[in-house]
């Protein structure tokens, strides 16, 4: 016996065969031809469960009507009112195109990328000018991608379910096993971060999507915990900034990582750039002085331009990019398998 079809598949169903058709369609009709309807169990069923489904579109602003058949009262169909369904033309500006592919840009991860992409396609069709995107370009902040552990963690957060995964932490590069209560995902300084609650710690602790190892797991059933205490949130939120601020010389190809130049700022301590080495490096390349508080952060971001960014200073920056590079490296032998 096939699987049953879920009530919202069936009212998305009954919207898609309403706003279709010609005139309008008959309850006949409707239990004959719109998937879910066939479940009813007898005739009463079909009667309460149509009735249940039109009460719930009306609620959500969709405008079914009644139309009654000109021969017969009582022959009843229905239909939705395209007029007041539809939505108005769109009409965007140049800069509002601009702006809403920006925002595509900043879903980088596989798991939102063909949607933000068709999405932007239809809208640049109607939109004032296909290239409006011309007045954001290089603006697009560099977001790395969740990769794997991107979906899992959001059906979490949204399950409130507890996940379990391996973790290397940047500061050592041990791996450990981490169980977390999973509160927000956030895109913050060039990648994204799951906030949540540390189970082993018993407090709260933010991971970075980029340095779990594996497959993320869930742990226990769904609505384990309750929403995030709100005070806990903030405090994580605020660590983020708390650490000391240094300052990163970089040496960046010409209109290229445009995300780092935005940060830029005057150096107070200039580099020596007539050293011999360097002037290789740099003699085609604009010098920039970027703040930061975390090396390896800032190194994962520097990666991920390529060859467009040279770390001059500090070591510590520099190192952590050549390690990275080197993983990536030795990725790339073994045909690009990771655990």
């Known amino acids: 016996m096939p699987d049953q079809i879920h009530p919202a598949e069936r009212l ?8 279709n058709t010609s005139a309008r369609m008959t309850k006949e009709q409707i239990r004959r031809s719109v998937a879910g309807y066939a479940d009813a169990a007898s005739d009463d ?7 249940r489904d039109k009460d719930t579109l009306r609620e959500l602003g969709i405008p079914i009507l009644t139309v009654t058949g000109s021969g017969h009262g009582d022959d009843i169909g229905y239909r939705i009112d395209q007029e007041a369904y539809a939505l108005p033309p769109i009409d965007l500006t140049a800069a509002e195109l ?14 939102a990328r063909a949607d933000t992409s068709r999405a932007i396609t239809k809208l640049r069709a109607v939109g004032a000018a296909p290239e409006a995107t011309d007045l954001v370009a290089g603006l697009a902040p560099r977001v790395s991608a969740g990769g794997d552990a991107f979906a899992p963690l959001l059906d979490a957060v ?8 391996r973790y290397r932490a940047a500061s050592s590069g041990e791996v450990l096993t981490r169980v977390v209560e999973p509160w927000k995902l956030l895109a913050r300084r060039g990648g994204w971060f799951v906030v949540g609650r540390d189970r082993d710690r018993q407090a709260p602790r933010s991971f970075r999507l980029s340095r779990i190892e594996g497959r993320v797991r869930t742990v226990g059933p769904a609505d384990a915990f309750g929403e995030p205490d709100a005070a806990a949130l903030a405090d994580v939120l605020a660590s983020w900034s708390a650490g000391e601020s240094r300052v990163a010389t970089l040496a960046v190809r010409p209109e290229r990582a ?3 130049r935005a ?15 360097l002037a290789r490096v ?6 920039v002085h970027v703040p930061f508080t ?3 952060e800032l190194a994962e971001e520097v990666v991920g331009y390529g060859d467009a960014v040279v770390v001059l200073a500090p070591r510590a920056v520099r190192e952590t990019v050549l390690r990275l590079l080197r993983v990536a490296a030795t990725l790339d032998e073994h045909g690009g398998t990771h655990g």
Request: hydrophobic share 55%.
């Open 294 to 296: 975390s090396a390896w």
């Open 98 to 111: 601009g702006v809403l592919s920006l925002a595509a840009q900043f879903w980088q991860d596989s798991s």
């Open 258 to 260: 445009e995300a780092l």
């Open 45 to 51: 069923a079909f009667e309460r469960m149509f009735e």
């Open 263 to 277: 940060r830029a700022v005057d150096a107070a301590d200039e580099l020596d750039l007539t050293e011999p080495g």
């Open 158 to 165: 949204q399950a409130r379910q507890a996940v379990t995964f």
């Open 12 to 19: 998305l169903n009954l919207v898609i065969a309403l706003v």
């Open 282 to 287: 740099f003699a085609d390349r604009d010098v």
